[in-house]
């Protein structure tokens, strides 16, 4: 389980919305961490940085105790260019545990399986093991694994992890989908 994961999982089903843009960035402007629980985190952390145009995430927790009950809450909110009409893509319940081990069966979320592997220092699957340091380190959005239609414009992506049955963190991610040329160089 990690959080920035998700936020790439969210971003995934822009795909859904379909346009002709092709060279397209994905940029997280913004993550914010709110509601940890002490009693279930020792530490919590997500952090954005730019290079090279491109968004790259660290993101790591320690659970305090062993964690095999983990439900997440996830909607994605997008707003297109010119447009202020706020579209919900989704809002959804479901449950983390599931997830993690049944996402590599999934052709949908297995590219995001893939990269949270290679970027992890350690396995991402319940139960979490108490008082070890579950890292992800410089991970980042490649277009590629994006399908090519991506609608350009604004995004905000809400996150709340349920664990043991009470709302343990929420995490807000704002950023932007915006055109990017490989040929102006
Ligand atoms: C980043 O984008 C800016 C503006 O489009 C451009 O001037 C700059 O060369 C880009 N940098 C890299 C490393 O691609
Ligand atoms: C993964 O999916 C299988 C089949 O749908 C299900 O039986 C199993 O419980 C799931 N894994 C977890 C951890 O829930
Ligand atoms: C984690 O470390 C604390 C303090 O060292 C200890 O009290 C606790 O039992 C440990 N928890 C686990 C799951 O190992
Ligand atoms: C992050 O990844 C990029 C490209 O894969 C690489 O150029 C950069 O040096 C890496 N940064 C760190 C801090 O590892
Ligand atoms: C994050 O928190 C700051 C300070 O409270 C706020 O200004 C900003 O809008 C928040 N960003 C998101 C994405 O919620």
């Known amino acids: 389980m990690n959080f920035c994961f998700w936020i790439c999982c969210s971003l995934f089903i822009f795909q859904c919305l379909g346009t002709e843009e092709r060279n ?87 590219v995001f399986g893939t990269s949270l592997k290679k970027h992890s220092n350690i396995k991402f699957k319940c139960p979490f093991q108490g008082n070890i340091s579950y890292e992800v380190r410089n991970m980042t959005m490649d277009e590629q694994d994006f399908p090519s239609f991506v609608p350009l414009g604004k995004f905000r992506s809400l996150i709340e992890y349920i664990i043991n049955q009470r709302l343990s963190a929420r995490v807000i991610a704002s950023g932007k989908i915006i055109p990017y040329s490989a040929d102006q160089f």
């Not at 997280?28 to 279930?40: A, L, M, S, W, Y």
């Open 24 to 110: 397209f960035r994905v940029f997280i402007d913004q993550v914010n961490i709110t509601h940890v629980d002490p009693d279930v985190y020792e530490t919590f952390y997500c952090k954005v940085f730019q290079f090279n145009n491109r968004s790259y995430m660290d993101s790591g927790h320690i659970f305090k105790n062993t964690v095999s009950d983990l439900k997440v809450h996830a909607a994605l909110d997008f707003w297109k260019v010119k447009s202020k009409q706020k579209m919900t893509l989704y809002d959804v319940r479901f449950d983390g545990c599931n997830f993690l081990e049944n996402a590599s069966k999934n052709r949908l979320f297995n």
